[in-house]
């Protein structure tokens, strides 16, 4: 069949409609609402009315005030006004969950001006908010404040609007630094398809630990600043900003962080990055219509890695990126530039220029956007508790309910949910998850699943699911060894095509320095194979399962493991988001695979990163970028991988003196070091394999001596086009994050 060129132009119109459209809202969720949830219109004193004309602050008040773990506070759709700011001030409840019907469900400010809206004042742990919009009216300072007098970790802000604050929509931490009140920090928080709108600032950061804040498909329209990141540090991914009337990220952080697949048009800047010592990566970003004429990029002395990047329409004639210091190193590639230069050819800094890869960036225009308007709804809800008598009292055997409820979702399909409230369910059997077009979930990290079965049990099997969703739920986390099941999930296949989603579902491994036990494991997945973990909590473990299509946007703690000996990898295995601390080693690949992390947090580590091969086993390649690498011992150990390995950017902090890459074995290996930053420690390299080469672009020591020899350049050009593989296996990473999370935005 023949299109004319006027019909194709307007089949690629249609075609690309999900990501040019314009002033997209955030979506409008339609609920059916839960058993344990609390309407705050029929189930608290006084109700809540929900006009917009009637004061709302004492009903919604009395909703926080009766939160306990794991409670559920739903707002249907209507505009609350309130007069006073919501405290909640409880003793640090664990999985709450906030919940309203998205666009419809409006909190509306009608107190003083200045004032704030929430105030997360006593901290809320591994808990959500989901589905609000608010409004503070020109008038309100704050959206939310976590501001808490406990530490708050892993956090969700999901398909929620701020709009007309004229301080910030979310703030961070305590502003005043001489308080002693709310000076805990928050950290490990999620914002996904969230829109800010008219605020002095969208997201501000302001303490030190404010670590491991990740923006995903968000928007910032007509903001001052959109990120302020005053200590702390961020990855941002699939976010458009438009008209900052200051800068789109104001980047100040004291670890590495990362700015991949964004856009910006009509900003003052893009970035403006104060940090001498944090390294950034930005990636696959587009810039038109800046107006700052100092450049649309403003960068101070850490070492940066920038590539796929484009700068159109610029206010003047000066490049679109300035550097401002004399030892700034720039590694970059495809990057382009309307008219001009990327930087000033005579000002400071140097640019490691790496030739074009064999895989091109994702995105093509700056004004491409992620906001999602609608969201797929919820089916049939099966309760294990309502339907089919399941107790959740970590007593009763509720095995039979809840593979029940599974069964029911299952047989009715089209997105129907085996609904596990709040509680404690014992199971003495392994539950079975297979079939297709259906959910399992809880209410978050207090639907907790605990088992009593044989020793060396599995607690959940998931055989060879198709568009099946798992989500938050807990199952077998933090049981610290009273449970004595040998894994927590499985995932196996018989070689069929399957998909799964895991969308927080914590496992065993958060501070129990115990890699190889229990946790996630996908074992001999196949080549028609996909699992999209949205987000994750403990251990994690690989085996054979190479041939598959296996990304994690986010994961928390414990210990990544990659092994197997089935020789065959032509599949992708990649992490974005990742935090790890308190464990005996960080991540373990084995055998000679392969695997790419963009953003790799590490800290109060007993060790760094471990790669093994053996004769035998097939050449790989590692692509590890990271924001903070933080062990007692040495960093990086190889022994007898073969292939090649790329480190950075990242940052060498604190411990330990020095940070050492071991390099041993005596099969051939190439090991790059490229964008890195030292910073309170040195670095030093042992080699026992002669077979091994390493080779350092664009790494700087801070701190100390600015010339060290240990992270001298031995670049050439050969060196920079080898540098191109790396680049490549992180255009694969975010080409497959837009394929999972925007169904092929930019494609």
């Known amino acids: 069949m023949i299109f004319s060129a006027r019909r194709l132009a307007l089949l690629a119109l249609l075609a690309a409609a999900n990501i040019f459209a314009a002033s997209k809202n955030s979506p409008e969720l339609k609920w059916e609402p839960r058993s344990n949830w609390v309407n705050v219109k029929t189930d608290v004193t006084p109700k809540a009315v929900g006009d917009g004309v009637a004061d709302d602050t004492a009903a919604l008040q009395a909703a926080l005030n009766g939160i306990k773990a794991g409670s559920a506070v739903y707002i249907p759709a209507g505009t609350y006004r309130i007069t006073q700011t919501l405290d909640f001030n409880q003793a640090r409840p664990t999985g709450v969950l906030i919940v309203g019907n998205g666009a419809t469900t409006i909190i509306k400010w009608d107190g003083p001006d200045g004032g704030r809206m929430f105030w997360a004042h006593g901290g809320m742990p591994d808990s959500r908010y989901v589905g609000i919009t608010w409004n503070g009216g020109g008038k309100a300072g704050i959206g939310i404040d976590h501001a808490s007098k406990t530490f708050e970790t892993e956090v969700i802000h999901q398909h929620q609007a701020f709009i007309g604050f004229t301080d910030c929509g979310i703030r961070i931490g305590s502003r005043d630094p001489n308080s002693k009140e709310n000076r805990a920090e928050t950290a490990e928080i999620v914002y996904d398809n969230c829109l800010f709108e008219k605020c002095g600032i969208a997201v501000a950061f302001i303490l030190f630990n404010d670590y491991d804040n990740t923006f995903t498909g968000c928007e910032f329209r007509n903001c001052g600043t959109g990120l302020k990141d005053i200590h702390g540090n961020f990855y941002a991914r699939d976010c458009h900003f438009q008209g900052s009337t200051v800068v789109d990220i104001n980047m100040q952080s004291e670890h590495g962080s990362s700015v991949r697949r964004c856009t910006s048009v009509g900003s003052r800047s893009f970035i403006d990055a104060h940090s001498p010592v944090a390294p950034l990566t930005i990636q696959d970003c587009h810039v038109a219509g800046w107006t700052n004429p100092e450049g649309a990029i403003l960068l101070n002395n850490a070492p940066v890695t920038m590539f796929d990047c484009s700068f159109a329409k610029a206010p003047?004639?000066?490049?679109?990126?300035?550097?401002?210091?004399?030892?700034?190193?720039?590694?970059?590639?495809?990057?382009?530039?309307?008219?001009?230069?990327?930087?000033?050819?005579?000002?400071?800094?140097?640019?490691?220029?790496?030739?074009?890869?064999?895989?091109?960036?994702?995105?093509?225009?700056?004004?491409?956007?992620?906001?999602?308007?609608?969201?797929?709804?919820?089916?049939?809800?099966?309760?294990?508790?309502?339907?089919?008598?399941?107790v959740g009292n970590g007593i009763a055997d509720d095995t039979a309910a809840i593979q029940k409820a599974i069964d029911a979702a299952r047989a009715a399909g089209n997105n129907a949910l085996a609904y596990i409230p709040s509680g404690s369910y014992v199971i003495k059997e392994t539950i079975k998850v297979n079939g297709a077009d259906y959910r399992v979930g809880g209410s978050g990290f207090n639907s907790f699943i605990v088992w009593r079965g044989d020793e060396q049990g599995i607690m959940f099997l998931v055989s060879d699911p198709q568009r099946v969703t798992i989500e938050n739920i807990c199952i077998g986390s933090h049981d610290a060894g009273q449970m004595k099941n040998q894994i927590d999930v499985l995932q196996v296949s018989s070689g069929i095509p399957s998909s799964i989603t895991y969308d927080e579902v914590h496992v065993f491994g958060k501070y129990q320095k115990q890699p190889d036990y229990k946790g996630m494991r996908l074992n001999g997945l196949g080549k028609d194979s996909v699992v999209h973990i949205k987000q994750l909590e403990g251990n994690f473990h690989v085996t054979d399962s190479a041939q598959a299509t296996i990304v994690m946007d986010t994961s928390y703690e414990g210990a990544v493991t990659i092994d197997g000996k089935d020789k065959r990898r032509d599949g992708f295995l990649g992490l974005q988001t990742r935090l790890s601390t308190s464990v005996p080693m960080a991540l373990y690949v084995?055998?000679?695979?392969?695997?790419?992390?963009?953003?790799?947090?590490?800290?109060?580590?007993?060790?760094?990163?471990?790669?093994?091969?053996?004769?035998?086993?097939?050449?790989?390649?590692?692509?590890?970028?990271?924001?903070k690498f933080n062990t007692n011992k040495g960093p990086v150990t190889v022994n007898n991988y073969s292939g090649q390995i790329f480190?950075?950017?990242?940052?060498?902090?604190?411990?330990?003196?020095?940070?050492?890459?071991?390099?041993?074995?005596?099969?051939?290996?190439?090991?790059?070091?490229?964008?890195?930053?030292?910073?309170?420690?040195?670095?030093?390299?042992?080699?026992?394999?002669?077979?091994?080469?390493?080779?350092?672009?664009?790494?700087?020591?801070?701190?100390?001596?600015?010339?060290?020899?240990?992270?001298?350049?031995?670049?050439?050009?050969?060196?920079l086009a080898k540098i191109a593989n790396a680049f490549d296996e992180l255009r694969k990473l975010g080409a497959l994050d837009l394929k999972l999370n925007y169904a092929g935005v930019g494609k």
């Open 316 to 390: 003047g004639e000066k490049p679109p990126v300035k550097l401002m210091h004399g030892n700034q190193p720039v590694v970059a590639s495809q990057n382009s530039v309307e008219k001009g230069p990327l930087v000033d050819p005579k000002g400071p800094g140097k640019v490691f220029e790496v030739p074009a890869g064999k895989v091109k960036g994702s995105l093509t225009s700056a004004e491409q956007t992620f906001l999602a308007d609608t969201v797929q709804p919820i089916g049939k809800i099966f309760d294990a508790k309502r339907d089919f008598g399941a």
């Open 590 to 627: 084995r055998d000679n695979h392969s695997f790419v992390a963009s953003d790799f947090y590490m800290e109060a580590a007993e060790d760094g990163l471990s790669f093994e091969g053996a004769d035998g086993d097939p050449n790989g390649i590692v692509v590890y970028q990271g924001a």
């Open 647 to 719: 480190l950075g950017h990242d940052q060498f902090y604190g411990t330990p003196k020095p940070c050492t890459i071991s390099l041993n074995g005596t099969r051939p290996l190439e090991f790059f070091m490229d964008g890195m930053s030292v910073y309170t420690t040195t670095f030093e390299l042992k080699k026992t394999n002669d077979a091994a080469k390493f080779y350092s672009t664009g790494n700087l020591q801070i701190g100390g001596n600015l010339n060290s020899e240990s992270i001298a350049d031995n670049t050439t050009p050969e060196v």
